[in-house]
């Protein structure tokens, strides 16, 4: 048997190497030989663990979806702590992934001061982001650790999953942003991000949820 090192191995960005037949102990090794500084994200699910790349205007995406969430819930006044690409992950079952983003909402205040996350204690993320395509192996991981709410972009669209009986579905709004047409809004502010700029885009979405929001009281 030919055994290799993962520094051995190169993902070019866009690209996602699968792994099989990994158990709790090999993917605990792994994760330490990755370590701590790194653009790879990681799905662990059915002994199957994926290492993805993303490419660079993914991470330019996640991270703009991610400030337009902390730009509404300031203005909207919501407790919140963001855990960004944190590894959340589960010993008792053999799941782990790394959300492009993530957020504490209702869970807030139990996650203030926090520095590592300890699943058998602490409550999954009430809100993940995803950028690109969810693989089963991610998905499977946001279902068996119980995130309630899955937001995920794919070409440019805005896709709404919320989490019932085990299984995600399709929502047309955001149960932590109820009545906000966020589906055609966030795509419309991403694409004006690649001509106004990110500072300008921000700007100008803060300026929309303040306009928006009298109307929604």
């Known amino acids: 048997m030919v055994m290799l090192e993962l520094r051995q191995i190169v993902v070019q960005p866009g690209q996602r190497l699968q792994l099989q037949g990994v158990n709790w102990d090999e993917f605990e090794a792994i994760l330490a030989e990755l370590g701590d500084k790194r653009t790879s994200r990681i799905a662990y699910s059915n002994e199957t663990l994926e290492i993805r790349m993303p490419l660079p205007e993914h991470e330019k995406a ?43 909402i209702e ?40 995130v309630p709410e899955l937001w995920s972009i794919e070409e440019g669209k805005l896709h709404i999953s919320l989490l019932e009986n085990g299984q995600y579905r399709d929502a047309a709004f955001s149960p932590h942003f109820p009545d906000w047409p966020l589906i055609e809004t966030i795509p419309q502010f991403l694409n004006r991000a690649e ?23």
Not at 116 to 144: C, H, W
């Open 62 to 104: 996640k991270v703009l979806v991610g400030d337009m969430v902390k730009i509404l819930l300031e203005e909207l006044d919501v407790d919140n702590e963001c855990f960004g690409s944190s590894t959340f992950k589960r010993l008792d079952m053999a799941t782990g992934i790394e959300p492009d983003d993530c957020f504490y």
């Open 107 to 146: 869970n807030a205040t139990r996650m203030i001061g926090k520095n590592r996350v300890d699943l058998t204690v602490d409550p999954p993320p009430d809100l993940a982001i995803e950028v690109d395509v969810t693989s089963k192996t991610g998905l499977n991981a946001y279902q068996r650790l119980g």
């Open 195 to 217: 001509t106004d700029g990110r500072s300008h885009m921000l700007k100008a979405f803060r300026r929309w949820v303040q306009q928006t929001l009298p109307s929604l009281k």
